[in-house]
């Protein structure tokens, strides 16, 4: 059995990053507020645009991918003027589900907020998806008690959930 590692992709991964996108929004579509369509329809530059303005992380297998997150500053600019870090895109291949994929890749995202000085992060989970909330909140996120549409316009509703920045600190 291989150890499975965490690293981060660069402009230059933007072919295995759109596989893996499309893949996660293939197997758990319901999970994205993106939609495969839309995805399927970015242009080879726009693919590496995202790899330049997004900070996504892969999980692999020996050669074989099984999982992404991402890391991005919460969209609103005054959160991220305050801080605050949206992980994203996660999503763990299912042949590696139950195998600690999350974690580790929960736990890369993290120190990577906490390194590039995000101490407030925040995520949004699909309501019923409890393999989710309980992978987030074995690393310290809580519900903050927003909830809205996964998509603009549709039933599907998710909740943020907050990992707080740690108290005690000095900056």
Request: hydrophobic share 45%; aromatic share 8%.
């Amino acid at each position: 059995m291989t150890t499975i590692s965490v690293r981060p992709l660069a402009a230059e991964d933007w072919a295995l990053y759109r596989t893996v996108r499309l893949a996660a929004l293939t197997d758990t579509p319901e999970v994205f507020g993106s939609t495969l369509g839309r995805e399927q329809a970015f242009t080879d530059d726009e693919w590496r645009r995202r790899l330049t303005r997004w900070n996504q992380f892969v999980a692999e297998d020996g050669a074989q991918v099984c999982g992404l997150i991402g890391v991005v500053p919460a969209a609103a600019a005054a959160a991220a003027a305050a801080g605050l870090a949206e992980l994203v895109s996660m999503w763990v291949h299912p042949a590696a589900r139950g195998r600690g994929v999350g974690d580790l890749l929960v736990r890369r995202a993290l120190r990577f907020a906490d390194e590039q000085g995000f101490p407030e992060v925040r995520l949004w989970v699909t309501v019923g998806n409890g393999h989710a909330e309980r992978l987030y909140a074995r690393h310290g996120f809580q519900r903050s008690g927003q909830v809205q549409p996964v998509r603009e316009g549709e039933d599907l509703l998710e909740f943020a959930m907050v990992r707080p920045a740690p108290t005690g600190t000095a900056d």
